[in-house]
């Protein structure tokens, strides 16, 4: 318990050192914030709190930026060549069938079907047609899967991070 304390009366002079906010947040721009809908972003208002109640946010890769996403959710994102590439849609449909467990571990999907418009996103990873990508809180990519993977896969593979290792309380410790 003193170690505890000790370490958290050392952090607060290094967060106060940090300095103010990034300019992005100042001008209007806000980073996700776990659990809001994108409408709901630009109304002002929060979405409901629950898992249950919650649905997966899906964007498209146009609106979504990957610093946004630092350290608030994990990306899962879905590269595809067309909408109708029948495994981007099959891998879609399995996300949206059962969203808790993604909820459950702050995943956020971003659909990028246009090669043409050369997203960040695009630029950034370089899929070929299609490609499943996991990547974790702290932006480093984790896995890529030319195939679609179900909700259990994608959660057994997240539940394998460090981070997340942490955030359930087993990361092994001495």
């Given at each position: ?84 590439d029948p495994a981007f849609v099959e891998q879609l449909t399995a996300l949206q069938r059962d969203p808790a467990p993604l909820l459950a571990r702050d ?51 997240i539940d394998k991070f460090p981070l997340r290792l942490r955030e359930i309380g087993r990361a092994g410790l001495p």
């Amino acid at each position: 318990m003193k170690l505890k304390r000790l370490i958290f009366l050392a952090a607060v002079p290094l967060l106060a050192a940090m300095g103010p906010r990034p300019e992005g947040e100042a001008d209007g721009h806000r980073p996700y914030v776990r659990g809001e809908v994108p409408a709901a972003r630009s109304e002002g208002t929060a979405a409901p709190a629950g898992p249950a109640e919650r649905e997966l946010t899906v964007l498209p890769a146009a609106e979504a930026d990957p610093a946004e996403f630092m350290w608030q959710a994990r990306p899962v994102v879905i590269f595809a060549d067309t909408a109708a590439d029948p495994a981007f849609v099959e891998q879609l449909t399995a996300l949206q069938r059962d969203p808790a467990p993604l909820l459950a571990r702050d995943v956020v999907v971003v659909t990028d079907t246009d090669p043409a418009a050369a997203s960040v996103w695009r630029r950034q990873l370089r899929p070929e047609g299609f490609s499943l990508v996991l990547m974790d809180k702290d932006g480093q990519v984790k896995q890529r899967k030319p195939v679609p993977w179900s909700v259990r896969e994608i959660t057994r593979a997240i539940d394998k991070f460090p981070l997340r290792l942490r955030e359930i309380g087993r990361a092994g410790l001495p």
